[in-house]
């Protein structure tokens, strides 16, 4: 299967092992490691699908857990494999969300499609993904699939940040300029979608949604007054957010969401 190049050019220079260590950037992480260590048992076997550079991966294998990895992006398998301790219960292979077939069905406890929903342009490579992703969790696993959700980027790369001019989007058909939904293709990299589009997709499949989670919650909106945040201000923000991200009145306005659901 071959990789999109404006993908792999993208992560070959992108510093993808740093963006989760910024003051705002541990948001996403801790919420995410929250969720996973809630449903993770002692002896848990976890795939992490699009591992990147293997942020979640490391830290699940030190905490004593086995986990195997898959990442479609040489480059990041090579920090990855720089950042593997000694003794870690991690494996990485090269591979694509879209065709697991090197992992058997039902091996997994918790699996983890963080990212690669982020640069999968239509409904039906979306669903091969997911579909793969449940194929390996075992009965009664659980399943993180996370999104790029398209409000929280046009309030935050958009109208506050100026990265993305919304006006040339709705120019080039990449924004609706009634709905403001957005549409993607593979060099625009990044695919956004809203909690109605991740709805239609999962309708396809018979599993039980257990948390729906805004899981950078405003902080990338607000990334300027989070990082300047003392120690003391930084934890209750945190609690703030873990008390809100299942928000539904909020949930849109978050730059990532994970579906967080149940393989029946
Ligand atoms: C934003 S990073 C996320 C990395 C990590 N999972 C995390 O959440 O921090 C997205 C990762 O997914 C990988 N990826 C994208 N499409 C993929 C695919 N079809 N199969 C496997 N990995 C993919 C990218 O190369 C990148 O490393």
Redesign the pocket.
């Known amino acids: 299967m071959k990789a999109n190049p404006y993908?792999t050019d993208f992560?070959n220079q992108y510093d993808?092992d740093s963006?989760?260590t910024s003051k705002h950037g541990s948001v996403e992480f801790l919420t995410t490691m929250r969720y996973v260590e809630k449903y993770l048992k002692p002896c848990g076997r976890v795939l992490?699908?699009?591992?990147?550079t293997g942020?979640?991966s490391h830290a699940l294998a030190r905490q004593g857990y086995a986990v195997d990895a898959?990442?479609?992006?040489e480059h990041?398998i090579e920090i990855f494999r720089k950042n593997t301790l000694p003794n870690e219960n991690v494996t990485v292979l090269q591979?694509?969300?879209?065709d697991l077939s090197a992992f058997s069905d039902n091996q997994y406890d918790i699996t983890?499609l963080?990212?690669?929903l982020?640069?999968?342009y239509h409904k039906e490579d979306k669903q091969q993904?997911i579909r793969e992703a449940i194929r390996v969790t075992k009965r009664g696993g659980i399943i993180f699939a996370?999104y790029v959700i398209s409000d929280g980027c046009l309030l935050d790369e958009g109208f506050k940040r100026g990265n993305i001019s919304v006006a040339e989007y709705i120019k080039n058909g990449l924004l609706d300029s009634e709905t403001f939904a957005a549409k993607s293709e593979p060099k625009d990299l990044f695919e956004l979608v809203r909690k109605e589009d991740i709805d239609d997709l999962m309708s396809a499949f018979p599993v039980k949604r257990l948390h729906y989670v805004a899981s950078d919650g405003c902080a990338l909106l607000m990334r300027e007054a989070i990082d300047a945040m003392d120690r003391e201000t930084f934890d209750l923000y945190l609690k703030y957010h873990f008390a809100t991200c299942e928000r539904e009145d909020l949930s849109g306005v978050a730059s990532h969401a994970i579906d967080i659901f149940k393989k029946q």
Do not use: D, F, S
């Open positions: 993908l992560y993808e963006r989760l992490e699908i699009g591992a990147g942020r979640y898959v990442e479609l992006v990041n591979g694509n969300a879209l983890l963080l990212g690669p982020y640069h999968l993904a996370a």
